[in-house]
């Protein structure tokens, strides 16, 4: 599926403008509630066919807004399981990813679902929790119907950070989920100790999804997208990965 260049896309490589639908909406409301209604068509669609499916969320405040116009549509939640794209290893709830799904996501009317989260109180050691996530997609038995990416505006996407010493071996491995030791990338905060959505696991999803709010971080992925370069910047991944088209969800 391709798209014509856009203002968003025009000065791309030709093969990110061949795998990058951008989808720009007038205001906020606009665009939560298309990115979720093309989300939950995603799962819709994978409960037609195996009779159940498997979302996973990122972190962040831009999905919020998403995530809750999703809650409130009248899936069959009982049916959907939700994992997430990373985590911040720690024991602090205020950081953890897990905790914000269930505040944005769970609580707003999904209740029913299955919730996997990537840490448990015995792993909070991030080569273990990679491991058992990594084999916990596996076997999940379907692959995931939809992933949401977020950016942040060093153009990391999930916990894939630039300048981070296990970049390259997160973005070779084929495992679907990896360890990060984001020390000294800035945007990484206080919580450097990272579990993220590799290439290899985000190449089996069905859909994948950016959400992008503000000129800013259009203009972050209209350059990383000119860089052509996944170890300067990671969202790369999101469209160079083979599989599933990347939708970009774009609102000012």
């Known amino acids: 599926m391709s798209t014509r260049p856009t203002p968003a896309t025009s000065g ?79 024991d602090d709830a205020a950081g953890r990813n897990d905790v914000l799904t269930r505040h944005t996501l769970l609580d707003q009317g999904a209740q029913a679902a299955s919730f996997h989260p990537l840490l448990t109180d015995a792993t909070l050691d991030a080569a273990a929790a990679a491991r058992d996530a990594s084999t916990w997609l596996q076997g999940f038995g379907i692959p995931p119907s939809a992933v949401i990416l977020g950016m942040g505006d060093d153009t990391h996407t999930a916990s894939l950070f630039p300048g981070s010493r296990d970049l390259a071996a997160a973005l070779t491995t084929t495992q679907a989920y990896a360890a990060i030791d984001a020390s000294g990338c800035a945007v990484a905060g206080q919580y450097p100790q990272r579990v993220s959505l590799t290439p290899a696991g985000l190449a089996r999803a069905r859909k994948r999804v950016l959400l992008l709010r503000g000129q800013d971080k259009l203009a972050a992925f209209q350059h990383a997208l000119t860089v052509n370069d996944a170890h300067t910047a990671p969202i790369c991944v999101a469209c160079d990965t083979p599989g599933a088209t990347l939708e970009v969800y774009w609102a000012a």
């Open 12 to 90: 791309m490589a030709p093969e990110h403008v061949a795998r990058c639908i951008f989808l720009p909406y007038a205001d906020a409301a606009a665009w939560a509630a298309a990115a979720a209604g093309a989300i939950g068509a995603a799962l819709q669609l994978a409960l037609g066919s195996h009779g159940r499916a498997l979302l996973l969320v990122s972190g962040g405040s831009t999905p919020a807004p998403v995530l809750g116009a999703l809650a409130r549509q009248p899936l069959p939640w009982a049916q959907i399981s939700i994992g997430l794209v990373d985590e911040r290893v720690t």
